[in-house]
């Protein structure tokens, strides 16, 4: 019988997004109904859906290759916090895998999110996406150092943990 992950989803508890994901599992089928549910339904089942996802992805992470590029297409319009939160992360796994059209746009999102008021967390994960797009394109460093430092002048971030290394990668690159 196939599951209603509609109903699974009736709360934002690590449980119930830990027994949606188990439910998943590596079924394409699944992965795709609830995929369907973090990009198009509404608050909050696709900010739990969305959570879902990502615990699909770091278990599974080639169910979500063929999603990547409609993904970054749809990047720009989803509304809540948490499936900007989850698809940036998700994305950043896949960098090389998006296509340049697409790569464009998420460029342009994530460094108007970087300067807008997103929630830190939205921000953060953008920053880890910017970051992997350095890697194909350099010429980003600067632009993407101007965005940490901002964040770091408004007391969103604290130069610490990953920030603190992305930051110390992209100078030292600069400089060698």
């Not at 959570?51 to 989803?78: D, H, Q």
């Not at 920053?127 to 101007?146: G, R």
């Amino acid at each position: 019988m196939k599951p209603d992950f509609k109903k699974i989803l009736f709360d934002s508890s690590k449980l119930t997004i830990d027994i949606a994901a188990e439910t998943v599992g590596n079924n394409p089928e699944y992965f795709k109904e609830v995929l369907n549910f973090a990009s198009a339904e509404k608050s909050p089942l696709n900010m739990r859906a969305s959570r879902v996802i990502v615990s699909v992805c770091e278990k599974y992470p080639g169910l979500f290759l063929p999603y990547v590029n409609i993904t970054a297409e749809k990047f720009r319009k989803f509304k809540t916090d948490g499936q900007k939160r989850a698809f940036a992360y998700i994305l950043s796994k896949y960098a090389e895998n998006i296509e340049e059209n697409n790569r464009a746009g998420l460029i342009d999102v994530c460094f108007d999110y970087m300067f807008s008021n997103e929630k830190v967390a939205v921000k953060y994960n953008c920053l880890i996406l910017l970051f992997e797009f350095t890697k194909i394109y350099p010429e980003l460093k600067n632009e993407l150092l101007a965005a940490i430092d901002f964040n770091l002048t408004e007391g969103i971030f604290k130069l610490s943990g990953m920030i603190k290394r992305i930051y110390g990668a992209l100078n030292e690159n600069l400089t060698s």
